[in-house]
């Protein structure tokens, strides 16, 4: 692999542990969310986005239906753009008045501001919608991380398990897509970046992954169980 010139990180499962998302932040929108629609529901910002699910369900027409939905949609992990948006707008509560921080594994703040310092631009691509992902950088564990990043992509620019959806990403940052490396800790979703032309790295962390994904299962994909290793800083 060439040295990239640019990194394009996942957030669940490469930056962040599963079981943070799973089992503080998913339950906290599921609790939250009757009352964020009661509160916000008539804002135009708001009320795009449960337009956009009650449409998807055929036409339902009352929010408490819509919110069932979602809670639902919460239940199965299901990474539909308008749940991400939501979700995003109820964390900020969360995250306002300090009832938890995000997760970030230790070696992936190191090594992104290691990357950062060396001049290695870096992006994010997750599910989890853009003003999700600056709130989960921005009160991290390891504090405010927004100011490493150059760019924010999430499913608006599309799926995460489709090539196009790299394309459009390379096209915005601009670089060639084979100077771009990809960190995720789903292969579907490297093959997609590969597909692409980007350079790709599966983290396989253990915490996340008990039974480590070896030969067939990695598709191709250098194998790493942390940040540290995949790109020296001084590269
Ligand atoms: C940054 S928002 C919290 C994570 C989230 O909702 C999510 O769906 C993460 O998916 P990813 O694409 O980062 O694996
Ligand atoms: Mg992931």
Redesign the pocket.
């Known amino acids: 692999m060439s040295a990239p010139k640019a990194i394009l990180t ?5 930056t ?1 542990s ?1 079981s943070f ?1 799973k089992d503080v ?2 339950p906290y929108a599921r609790r939250a969310l009757p009352r964020f629609v009661e509160m916000h529901g008539k804002e135009p910002a708001v009320r795009k986005w449960l337009d956009t699910v009650a449409t998807d369900n055929g036409g339902m027409c009352s929010d408490h239906m819509v919110v069932e939905v979602l809670q639902g949609w919460i239940d199965e ?1 299901r ?1 539909h753009t308008a749940l ?1 948006a939501l ?2 707008m109820v ?1 900020a509560d969360g995250y306002r008045s300090a009832d938890f921080t ?1 997760h970030i594994y230790p070696d992936a703040a190191e090594m992104l501001q290691a990357w950062h310092a060396a001049g290695l631009p870096l992006y ?6 853009v003003p ?2 600056r ?2 950088f921005g009160h991290s564990d390891a504090g405010d991380l927004t100011p490493l990043f150059s760019g924010w992509f999430d499913t608006e620019i599309g799926g ?1 398990r489709e090539a196009q959806s790299y394309r459009n990403i390379v096209d915005s940052i601009g670089l060639p897509a084979g100077e771009i490396l990809f960190l ?3 292969v579907e ?1 490297l093959d997609a970046a590969r597909e692409a032309g980007l350079q790709t790295a599966l983290l396989d962390r253990r915490e996340d992954y008990p039974q480590p994904r070896e030969g067939e299962a990695t598709h191709g994909h250098p194998r790493h169980e942390s940040f540290s290793g995949i790109v020296p800083a001084a590269s």
Do not use: N, R
């Open positions: 996942d957030i669940e499962g490469t962040s599963i998302v932040l998913f992990d990474k991400k979700q995003g964390w995000a994010v691509y997750s599910s989890g919608s999700a992902q709130l989960f995460k995720s800790d789903v979703e």
